[in-house]
C-alpha cells in the first residue's frame, strides 16, 4: 500500500511538472501548441518535396506513412533529450527538498506524450482529408502506451547518465542524428541489406512498424513482433527503474 | 512543549567528498590525466539526538558541513558511514525561492511548489485563498511572477512555503536558511508569527542558519560546527557567544 501510495504520488508531481513546463512552452496560450506541431510539419514537407530526388522505391500511402514515422520519433528524441537534462536541469530543487526524483524524468515523457496528442491530432486530419479512415485506428492509443512505458524506462536510464556526465547531451544529439537517418521514417527497408539487419536491433523500428500497420495499413501485426515489443517496453522500464533507484542518491554529489 | 520521543538519532555519521578537477565531460572520465580526485572530509564522526518539541541550532562558517549534514538527515544524501534516523514525517527545506517559475502565474505557482511538497491538488485548491491573502496579492493571483516586484515575489515565496509547511504538519523540520521574517515591516510581523507557530507546534526542529539572533530566539540547544566535525554544543547563548567570540 504505501509503495502504491508511493508511486501515485510520483505520477501526479510528473503531471504538475509536465503541465508546468507544457504551459511554459506554449507561452500561456493555446496557439502555443503549433510550436509542437511545427517541426514535424516542416521536415513532413521537406520529404514531400525532395521525395523525387532520393531514389527512394514507391510506398503505398506515403504521405502517411512519412507523417506517422515522424511523429513517433519525434516524440522519442524529443522525451529522450529532455530526460537527459532533466536532473541538471533541476540541479537547485534536487539540492534544496526532498521530492521523489522519478518525477523529473516521468513529467518529461508525460509533457512530450501532450505534444504527441495534438501531433497525432494533426495525423487524423491528414489521413481524413488524403486517405479513407481505418476502424483498427482506435487501436493506436494502446501501441502509444507500451511507446510511453518503453520510454519512461529510458527516459530513467536518460536521466541518470545526464546527471553523471555533464555533456552527455552533447553526445546524444549526435546518436539522435544518427538514429532519425538510420530508422525507416521516409524509406522502406528491403530484407538483407545492412541497414535492414542493424534495425533489427532498433526498438523504434518495430513500435513504427507496428504502428504503421495498425495505421494506415488497416492491418494487425502478428503475435511475435507484438510480444517481443511487449516484453521490451516492459524489461526496458525495470531496468530504468533499477538504474535509476540505484543512482539517485548520488546525484546531489555531481550536480 | 518538548516530548520524549526521539525523532532524529545521528550515529557516527562520516561523509567525505571527492573533489575532481575540471569538469565531468565524458572525455575528461576517460582520458584526463587527473585520475586521483582530492578528498574533501565534509562531515566525521557526528553524533547528535533531536526530541519531539526541541528545536536545535546549527551554526558555522562556510564550508563547515551544516548543510551536508541536513541532507544526510532528510535523506537526500548517503553518508560514508554511521547511521542518521528520521523518525517520522520529514520535511527538508533549503532556501525559499526553489521551485517557483517566473513565467507562470501565482496560482501556477502554488500548484506546481504544492505539488513538488507532495500536497494533492484539492489540498493545494483548499489553501489558495489563505496563501495570497497572507501574502496581499490577491489582485496578482492570475499574474505571472516575473510581473512582479522583488519584494512581492518574496512575500509569495514565503508565504507559500509556510502555509504548506503548516498543512503537511512534518514530525521533523530540517530548516537550512530558511526561515527569516520577509517584506515590509507589516509583513514581517506576521511571519514571525508564523514561523513561532511552527516552530512551536511540536516537530522535531533543525535549524541552520548565519542568523545568529534567530538562532539564540528558537533554539533550545546549539551545536557548532567546524571543518565537519563538532566543535561545541550545549546552551544558545553559551556557544553563540564563544562562536562570535572567535569570530569577530
Not at chain 1, 68 to 83: D, E, P, Q, Y
Not at chain 1, 97 to 111: F, H, M, R
Not at chain 1, 205 to 229: A, C, E, H, K, M
Not at chain 2, 30 to 52: Q, T, W
Request: aromatic share 14%; net charge positive.
Amino acid at each position: 500500500m504505501p509503495k502504491t501510495r508511493s508511486l501515485l504520488s510520483t505520477l501526479r508531481l510528473g503531471f504538475t511538472l509536465a503541465e508546468a513546463r507544457f504551459r511554459i512552452r506554449n507561452a500561456g496560450s493555446y496557439l502555443g501548441i503549433f510550436w509542437y506541431l511545427l517541426e514535424p510539419l516542416v521536415f513532413f514537407i521537406i520529404i514531400i518535396l525532395i521525395q523525387g530526388n532520393l531514389g527512394i522505391k514507391p510506398i503505398e500511402n506515403y504521405q502517411a506513412y512519412v507523417l506517422l514515422g515522424l511523429i513517433m520519433v519525434n516524440f522519442f528524441v524529443n522525451a529522450m533529450t529532455g530526460a537527459i537534462r532533466s536532473i541538471r536541469d533541476n540541479r537547485y530543487l534536487v539540492k534544496s527538498i526532498n521530492l521523489d526524483l522519478e518525477a523529473l524524468p516521468l513529467s518529461v515523457v508525460i509533457q512530450f506524450c501532450f505534444s504527441h496528442f495534438f501531433e497525432f491530432l494533426l495525423f487524423i486530419i491528414f489521413i481524413l482529408y488524403y486517405h479513407s479512415f481505418s476502424w483498427t485506428i482506435i487501436f493506436y492509443p494502446l501501441i502509444f502506451i507500451v511507446f510511453a512505458i518503453f520510454m519512461i524506462g529510458l527516459a530513467f536510464i536518460a536521466a541518470s547518465l545526464g546527471a553523471f556526465i555533464e555533456d552527455f547531451d552533447n553526445i546524444w544529439i549526435v546518436f539522435s542524428r544518427v538514429l532519425w537517418l538510420a530508422t525507416p521514417i521516409f524509406y522502406a527497408l528491403t530484407p538483407g541489406t545492412f541497414l535492414y539487419k542493424i534495425n533489427l536491433f532498433n526498438p523504434l523500428y518495430y513500435l513504427i512498424n507496428i504502428g504503421r500497420q495498425i495505421v494506415i495499413y488497416d492491418s494487425f501485426p502478428g503475435f511475435t513482433p507484438i510480444l517481443t515489443t511487449l516484453v521490451l517496453s516492459f524489461a526496458t522500464f525495470g531496468l530504468g527503474r533499477g538504474i535509476f533507484a540505484r543512482s539517485k542518491k548520488k546525484f546531489i554529489e555531481f550536480l | 512543549m518538548t516530548e520524549t520521543i526521539k525523532r532524529i538519532e545521528v550515529r557516527s555519521v562520516s561523509k567525505n567528498f571527492k573533489i575532481r578537477r575540471g569538469s565531468r565531460a565524458l572525455l575528461n572520465l576517460f582520458f584526463s590525466g587527473d585520475r586521483k580526485p582530492n578528498i574533501l572530509k565534509a562531515l566525521h564522526d557526528i553524533n547528535l539526538e533531536v526530541l519531539g518539541g526541541e528545536v536545535l541550532g546549527i551554526i558555522g562558517k562556510n564550508g563547515s558541513g551544516k548543510s551536508t549534514l541536513l541532507r544526510i538527515i532528510g535523506g537526500l544524501l548517503q553518508s560514508d558511514s554511521g547511521t542518521a534516523v528520521a523518525s517520522g514525517k520529514t520535511l527538508y527545506l533549503n532556501g525559499f525561492s526553489q521551485g517557483t517559475d517566473p513565467l507562470l502565474t501565482l496560482r501556477q505557482n502554488i500548484f506546481l511548489v504544492g505539488s513538488i511538497m507532495g500536497l494533492r491538488r484539492n489540498e493545494i485548491r483548499g489553501k489558495i485563498d489563505a496563501i495570497i491573502d497572507f501574502a496581499g496579492l490577491r489582485e496578482f493571483l492570475d499574474v505571472e511572477v516575473f510581473k512582479l516586484s522583488s519584494g512581492m515575489i518574496t512575500r509569495l515565496d514565503f508565504s507559500i512555503r509556510f502555509h504548506f509547511m503548516q498543512h503537511t504538519n512534518p514530525n521533523i523540520l530540517l530548516l537550512d536558511e530558511v526561515l527569516s521574517a520577509a517584506g515590509d515591516i507589516e509583513f514581517q510581523s506576521k511571519s514571525t508569527r508564523m514561523i513561532e507557530n511552527l516552530l512551536r507546534g511540536g516537530a522535531a526542529v533543525i535549524l541552520v542558519s548565519h542568523d545568529l539572533e534567530l538562532i539564540r530566539k528558537y533554539s533550545n540547544r546549539v551545536i557548532w560546527l567546524d571543518k565537519g566535525m563538532i566543535k561545541e554544543q550545549g546552551k544558545a547563548d553559551e556557544i553563540i557567544s564563544k562562536y562570535k567570540n572567535i569570530h569577530t
